[in-house]
């Protein structure tokens, strides 16, 4: 059974910066397409970031300039940095593994991000 696991949500003021972790486990994460979403209350899930298994980036506009996803394959592990954080960031972040091949998805269980002075 393969889990994510997300840490390093949490509660901060506008401009403020976090850094999102999410380790996975299984093997061959590698050939993976990782992914950070967000669903905030009242809206429907959206995709923040993804990151291909050759290092190729993928990012909502609202966040481009502002966010950025990293995976380290060594680790099972995966990032999201997020810089110059607004109230529209709030939300409950979630990590994503997608087979490329067969876009089988499997998800960790949310981390809360709120983003409030």
């Known amino acids: 059974q393969v889990q994510l696991v997300e840490s390093g949500g949490g509660l901060v003021q506008p401009g403020e910066s976090l850094r999102l972790s999410c380790v996975a486990s299984g093997t061959r994460f590698s050939f993976y397409v990782m992914g950070w979403y967000r669903q905030a209350p009242g809206k429907q899930r959206e995709l923040v970031a993804s990151i291909t298994s050759g290092g190729s980036t993928n990012y909502v506009d609202s966040v481009k300039g502002r966010f950025t996803i990293s995976r380290d394959n060594a680790e099972n592990s995966f990032y999201l940095q997020m810089n110059s954080l607004k109230p529209e960031d709030t939300a409950v972040y979630y990590c994503?593994?997608?087979?490329?091949?067969?876009?089988?998805?499997?998800w960790g269980q949310g981390t809360q991000v709120t983003v409030s002075s």
């Open positions: 994503n593994r997608r087979n490329p091949v067969t876009g089988r998805d499997y």
